[in-house]
């Protein structure tokens, strides 16, 4: 099982911008695919962005695509989250995830086994 701790929530204004980390603890890290939901309050948790072991292939939800990038350093065992041009409605809680290949595909959560505790992104307008 991989251990994961997300860091670089905070507050911020509309416009600006963030930088989530995911540091993973675990001998599997550099072989899972990693991604990145969040839950609004009063919403579902849902899907964000996500990238595969490699770093080759990205994903992204329409919603962030264009102002968001995912990016991993396995060296570091670290994936990471740069959000640009924040919006008001981009305030979630924001965890990181992590799976082995296969099965659900890598926008379902139920694909993924290892998750992170969240941390809060709050934009004020």
């Known amino acids: 099982q991989v251990q994961l701790v997300e860091s670089g929530g905070g507050l911020v204004q509309a416009g600006g911008s963030l930088r989530l980390s995911c540091v993973a603890s675990g001998r599997t890290f550099s072989s899972q695919s990693a991604a990145w939901f969040r839950r609004a309050p009063g919403k579902e948790r849902e899907f964000v962005a996500a990238i595969n072991w490699s770093g080759g292939s990205t994903y992204y939800a329409d919603s962030v695509k264009g102002r968001f990038t995912i990016s991993r350093d396995n060296s570091r065992n670290t994936v990471y989250l740069q959000m640009n041009s924040l919006q008001p409605e981009d305030t979630a809680v924001y965890y990181c995830?992590?799976?082995?290949?296969?099965?659900?595909?890598?926008?379902?959560?139920?694909?993924?086994?290892?998750w992170g505790q969240g941390t809060q992104v709050t934009v004020s307008s």
């Open positions: 995830a992590a799976r082995l290949p296969g099965g659900y595909s890598d926008f379902d959560e139920r694909g993924y086994d290892d």
